[in-house]
């Protein structure tokens, strides 16, 4: 299951009482208008890239997607908060805190290295915040971490979470290798393939958290965690902090975020925000998984480039040229990378790839083994047990604190769907598994066809045989 998208939404909405009230914002798809110059808010897809990202899915399968996602969401809201000490004292005991060595620089000192006796196949370190920072009982952050537990293998794994009076403490997997950041300053420059390795363990991370009804909302480089396994080296997601639930079990559809104030741009820096996500907040918001999707080009562009995409600090009104110069500069880069780097970092948010088209992309999908002499560091074995290999070979991981056991090395299992009427979907976010024609050719369903992706733009066209209406 994806991201559920504003357009999917849209294309399966059957009543009034399911519509969403009317916003006094507006969606901004395009860049801020404070650096950059920028007054345009809003634009529509451009007609190509509407045909080119367009496909049928049965309305009943959706309907059935949106069923699992209201669960996860019933899931993460009333489930998922941290134990007090008091509650779970033996458990919050079998862990040791080495409070002498902090692992963090700053004078807060909140990071430690810690153990568990009944947990030696992971590295620990414990996370400890002030209760005045979060509400252990409504942190979303928490419950995120919570929820995500040791679910996937390229998500950080939290194995429990606890709360005293005075603070809280999250016990977390240590990585050795610190972030990307950190690791590539260390490192010669990535090769093609292995960045094309870190891609699609982000992407898979990413469509992990889409089943989960959550949207990262922060992703950058510096929370890529580097772990060393044999002669590969992994990347863990972690930076969940400004995490949201992305989806709206009252209204059926995306959650949008307000915008930051543009004047805070200058401040923030190459943060690897999507340029919409600057606006007017009191007037404009904008679409998370949309801007999470500039945001995980913009990652795998810095692997790399080693630079930030644009120069944010200079007042160019055309930011998408500037992008696709710089992209092109990229040594080594193959074309078919160029084009997959260019269809993530599109400034009207509305052009970007969809996220579930991304898996389908050559640069993606094509990518199998490494051979050694084009690692960054040497010998490596092939990387990514190859899929018929990795079938046969499951990790398991004891359960802790929401947490729940790996059954598989890569991403989470597709789920079968029956099938009814088709639903063409343009700009949706749908895996691959969920794009299969209706070959049974025996529904009366109603055909449902999105036009666009963003929901003030939406127009839908229901056809029942040959009759037709707009909606």
Not at 213 to 230: D, E, N, T, V
Not at 305 to 315: F, L
Not at 447 to 461: D, L, W, Y
Request: with cysteine; glycine share 6%; charged share 20%.
């Amino acid at each position: 299951m994806p991201y559920f998208t504003n357009a999917m939404a849209q294309g399966i909405r059957s009543s009034g009482s399911e519509s969403r009230p009317n916003s006094n914002k507006q969606i901004r798809t395009m860049p801020g208008n404070g650096i950059n110059g920028h007054t345009t808010i809003f634009r529509e897809i451009d007609p190509t890239l509407k045909q080119m990202y367009r496909y049928e899915v049965t309305q009943r399968k959706l309907l059935f997607m949106r069923s699992l996602i209201r669960a996860q969401v019933n899931q993460l809201v009333t489930g998922c908060s941290p134990y007090t000490v008091e509650q779970a004292k033996k458990v919050f005991a079998e862990y040791q805190i080495n409070r002498e060595k902090p692992l963090n620089d700053t004078n807060h000192g909140n990071l430690f290295e810690a153990s568990n006796p009944n947990k030696k196949d992971i590295n620990l370190m414990v996370n400890i915040h002030s209760r005045k920072e979060m509400d252990p009982q409504t942190s979303i952050y928490l419950k995120v971490l919570n929820h995500l537990g040791r679910k996937h293998p390229y998500i950080i794994y939290t194995t429990d979470i606890f709360c005293d009076n005075d603070n809280v403490y999250i016990f977390q997997e240590m990585i050795n290798h610190g972030n990307m950041l950190q690791y590539l300053e260390k490192t010669p420059n990535t090769t093609e393939q292995q960045a094309q390795f870190w891609a699609r363990q982000l992407y898979r991370a990413l469509d992990f958290l889409g089943d989960q009804a959550i949207a990262h909302r922060f992703i950058s480089p510096k929370h890529l965690l580097m772990k060393q396994l044999g002669h590969e080296v992994w990347i863990k997601l972690t930076g969940f902090k400004r995490s949201i639930i992305y989806w709206d079990v009252n209204y059926n559809d995306v959650i949008f975020c307000s915008c930051f104030p543009v004047e805070q741009q200058a401040i923030d820096g190459p943060n690897f925000q999507s340029p919409e996500v600057y606006g007017n907040p009191t007037t404009e918001e904008y679409d998370p998984i949309m801007a999470d999707i500039w945001s995980y080009g913009a990652t795998v562009y810095y692997m790399l480039g080693r630079q930030y995409p644009y120069n944010m600090m200079i007042n160019n009104q055309d930011i998408e040229s500037e992008i696709a110069h710089n992209i092109e500069q990229v040594s080594g880069l193959s074309q078919i990378g160029k084009n997959f780097l260019n269809s993530l970092l599109r400034a009207n948010a509305n052009d970007r790839v969809p996220f579930d088209f991304i898996a389908r992309d050559p640069w993606i999908a094509n990518l199998t083994t490494i051979s050694p002499d084009k690692i960054m560091e040497t010998p490596f074995k092939k990387l990514e047990k190859i899929k018929t290999g990795a079938k046969n070979t499951s990790m398991t991981s004891s359960q802790g604190g929401g947490g729940s056991s790996l059954a598989k090395k890569s991403d989470s299992p597709k789920r079968s769907m029956s099938k009814g009427g088709s639903v063409t979907v343009d700009k949706s976010v749908m895996p691959s598994s969920t794009v299969k024609s209706n070959k049974s050719g025996k529904s009366n369903m109603k055909k449902i066809i999105v036009q666009s992706k963003m929901k003030s733009k939406v127009k839908t066209k229901v056809k029942v045989k040959s009759k037709s209406m707009r909606i």
